[in-house]
């Protein structure tokens, strides 16, 4: 919806979309430049649904992909000096979500496609591994550079079945031989990055895996997702006093409002106050608060 020639980006979680359409984009680039340069190139990340990190992911996406161009006025312009072209494998696991083991192994079978479709696909290779790894290996040796991994919502083929006996051993197997190259391909890789609900050891997907970074209650990264208050009175200093407007009450009641309807969110101490980003927008955009999530 549009609101004094303001766009806000309800549901779109690509970053490119968001940029090229001029939707307003709350900067959290300074967070990117932090994890690809950090120590581990491992990196976990838990958060609620609808708090952003599909388009975390997406951010991330452009970025290994070396389009600075979608990042002109950002943070990350500013501090980085390299901008290399990196193979991007990227997987939305979210469309597994209520399956079997059947229909598991297809979704999995057309996510390689796409990328055996650019890379090739070895002979003898038939498993999701066997597969997955071979991608891996092909894209760095056709490129000459190293791949990014990004895997969001890797748990959601398992949320549905984790306290049922039978069909969660069966399908965490398969995620965890799926998931298992990423330990065998470190040469090859540059940069691996999930995101999830749950804590990635409860599934014990990860077993192998033990150099990942979970950097989700870490209070460098405690805003990483979602609208923190100061951002709010920055990036959207203007929305504020439209929506004040439109509701017909000072600038200071709807800030009020809107914390005790939105606020409150820590995922790790010390925390600042995280507003639920998807709540916070559609309230901008309708211009009155609602139960939005």
Not at 3 to 29: A, C
Not at 35 to 45: E, K, P, Q, R, T
Not at 221 to 230: K, Q
């Amino acid at each position: 919806m549009e609101r004094q020639g303001r766009l806000y980006p309800i549901g779109i979680q690509t970053f490119e979309k968001i940029r090229v359409g001029n939707y307003m984009y709350i900067d959290k680039t300074e967070y990117v430049y932090r994890m690809v340069h950090s120590a581990s190139n491992y990196i976990f990340l838990s958060r609620p649904r609808r708090f952003g990190k599909s388009l975390l992911t997406s951010t991330l996406e452009a970025y290994f992909e070396g389009r600075r161009e979608l990042f002109r006025g950002l943070a990350l312009e500013r501090l980085e000096t390299e901008w290399t072209e990196y193979p991007v494998l990227r997987f939305d696991m979210s469309t597994a979500k209520h399956v079997d083991k059947e229909r598991l192994e297809s979704e999995l079978n057309l996510k390689l496609i796409e990328y055996e479709n650019v890379y090739g696909r070895g002979e003898g290779e038939e498993n999701v591994n066997q597969r997955f790894q071979g991608i891996i290996r092909r894209a760095y040796e056709q490129t000459g550079r190293q791949v990014v991994v990004l895997i969001d919502e890797y748990d959601a083929p398992l949320l549905d079945v984790v306290h049922e006996e039978k069909n969660l051993p069966i399908l965490r197997n398969i995620m965890r031989n799926f998931y298992s190259p990423l330990k065998a391909c470190d040469p090859y890789l540059r940069f691996v990055f999930l995101t999830g609900i749950t804590k990635f050891s409860q599934l014990s997907i990860f077993s192998e895996l033990n150099n990942i970074k979970n950097i989700s209650m870490l209070p460098e990264y405690a805003a990483i997702c979602g609208i923190t208050e100061e951002e709010m009175a920055t990036q959207m200093d203007e929305d504020l006093d439209i929506l004040a407007g439109r509701m017909g009450i000072s600038r200071e009641k709807t800030v009020q409002k809107l914390k005790d309807n939105y606020d409150g969110y820590h995922f790790t101490w010390p925390s600042p106050d995280i507003y639920n980003p998807f709540s916070l927008l559609n309230a901008f955009a309708d211009g009155r608060l609602d139960s939005y999530w």
